[in-house]
């Protein structure tokens, strides 16, 4: 695969390569088990191209891996091997079902003098084998909301259903993964809550509540604004993997340029519903259309019987989006289209007119903002809160970190610790870059912090984090 992402070392001639994909694969021992059937075993190899007998060598090595370490561990199998070049993590998401992906270590090309080829210096060390285990799991669960779980597909139609599916979205979705940009953010896999004020938050509920009791077909609704989470009617997991979905895939393909004042209050124009901004997102363009399409992406959630089927629509109207989930089996029509476009169209135009109010509102309350001497990660693994000053743009193409990657390893080196123990506690790193680095573990929550504090003493940085948890989660409990 070829290498990306060349950076000129300053002064020197020094090219640097960060993590790519090598291979991606999906396999189940168990439809193979004789000689001359291991092709059977493969289920997805990624990329095609490759040679019949090296897929089947490739998936070998991996079962013969996994079986070596169970001799060791029965019930905790294998998670990654380590090697010069690259590092492999495997993932059983369902019983005998393995997926495999191969991920070629970061490194540094050297110049040789005399014309002689450039020195490789493989950089093992960089990568964290969390962040890269948590894509893994994130790709199924992607595969999952989607197309529900590889038994469904066998239950469905055997292995060639199977197969079918995993091609199709897997050829589509492995393009979407950028490695380099993967650090802790997807270790947690939170949810970004946007801050209301009480009222505005009861005239969110009453205004999910009118849309479901009109349209009694709707069984769940998720309201976001901004691309943060205000009120889910989802489970957990599910709304997890849904937020992942829309705020780094659906709504940038979405995005349409930012015009001035979008959001600004504009109730003299809505006088009568005659106007509003609202269209769908999933589903119909536009409702005139006589050959307007009215199919929907079909999503999976968890249910008490395993699993429902249902439709996702998704309908924006400014910067806020409502999605509505039906069940699959019933079939949508224009008619109902018609009829929630002008029930929540005129509607969702003024919610989104008044959260910007009372945002803008709340700014000009606090004051302009300055630079902090800080910038931090928090999560909390009770409700999937997190919130990031460290990332000022995420999505599935680009992750904009305002900090050294050498620092993003550090937070996740302390995560790694933190997961290693159950109690609570501190850890307080000085980076060779002058910064420091701490890490807080207190009851579920995770908070890290990053200090720019050059001539600053361990007992100044605990007393600078003391005044970051007053100031920013003063009514959040953090052990001392």
Not at 385 to 402: D, F, N, P
Request: with cysteine.
């Amino acid at each position: 695969m070829l290498m990306i992402s060349p950076k000129m070392a300053s002064g020197m001639q020094e090219k640097q390569y960060t993590p790519s994909l090598l291979s991606f694969f999906i396999y189940n021992p168990t439809f193979g088990p004789r000689e001359g059937e291991e092709e059977k075993k493969i289920l997805f190899y990624h990329p095609s191209d490759v040679e019949k007998n090296e897929k089947i060598r490739n998936v070998g090595l991996c079962e013969a891996i996994v079986q070596f370490t169970r001799t060791f561990c029965p019930t905790k199998p294998a998670k990654s091997l380590h090697t010069q070049k690259n590092r492999q993590f495997f993932f059983e998401p369902e019983e005998n079902f393995w997926m495999v992906m191969v991920v070629r270590n970061p490194m540094i090309e050297k110049p040789n003098k005399d014309g002689k080829p450039p020195t490789v210096e493989y950089q093992e060390e960089e990568m964290l084998d969390t962040v890269y285990g948590a894509v893994v799991r994130q790709c199924y669960s992607m595969y999952k909301l989607f197309n529900g779980t590889f038994s469904r597909a066998m239950q469905a139609g055997g292995v060639e259903l199977l197969m079918q599916k995993l091609e199709k979205f897997f050829y589509r979705y492995l393009q979407t993964l950028h490695l380099q940009s993967c650090d802790l953010l997807d270790v947690f896999g939170g949810i970004s809550f946007f801050p209301l004020d009480k009222m505005t938050y009861l005239k969110i509920q009453s205004f999910v509540n009118r849309v479901e009791e009109s349209l009694s077909l709707i069984k769940y609704t998720a309201f976001l604004y901004n691309d943060q989470l205000i009120w889910s009617g989802l489970e957990q997991d599910d709304m997890r993997i849904l937020y992942k979905y829309l705020t780094t895939s659906l709504f940038p393909r979405h995005s349409e340029p930012e015009l001035a004042g979008r959001d600004s209050p504009m109730r003299p124009e809505v006088a009568g519903n005659l106007l509003h901004y609202g269209r769908f997102l999933t589903g119909p363009t536009n409702l005139k259309d006589p050959e307007a399409k009215f199919r929907f992406p079909k999503i999976f959630v968890s249910a008490e019987d395993g699993y429902e089927e249902l439709h996702l629509i998704v309908y924006k109207a400014m910067s806020a989006a409502a999605c509505f989930m039906i069940s699959a089996s019933v079939e949508l029509t224009r008619e109902f289209c018609e009829q929630l476009d002008s029930l929540v169209g005129p509607q969702l135009t003024l919610l989104a007119s008044d959260i910007c109010e009372q945002f803008t509102i709340n700014r000009r309350i606090s004051g302009p903002e300055k630079e902090p001497q800080f910038k931090f990660i928090y999560f909390n693994h009770m409700n999937l809160a997190e919130k990031s000053t460290i990332h000022m743009r995420k999505t599935a193409s680009v992750c904009l970190t305002s900090v050294h990657p050498d620092l993003m390893k550090i937070l996740g080196d302390i995560n790694c610790d933190f997961a290693r123990v159950d109690e609570d506690e501190e850890i307080i790193v000085k980076a060779m870059t002058d910064y420091w680095v701490v890490g807080k573990k207190s009851d579920q929550r995770e908070l890290y912090v990053i200090l720019n504090q050059k001539n600053a003493n361990l007992i100044e940085v605990n007393e600078e984090v003391k005044r970051l948890c007053a100031t920013q989660f003063n009514n959040i409990f953090f052990l001392d």
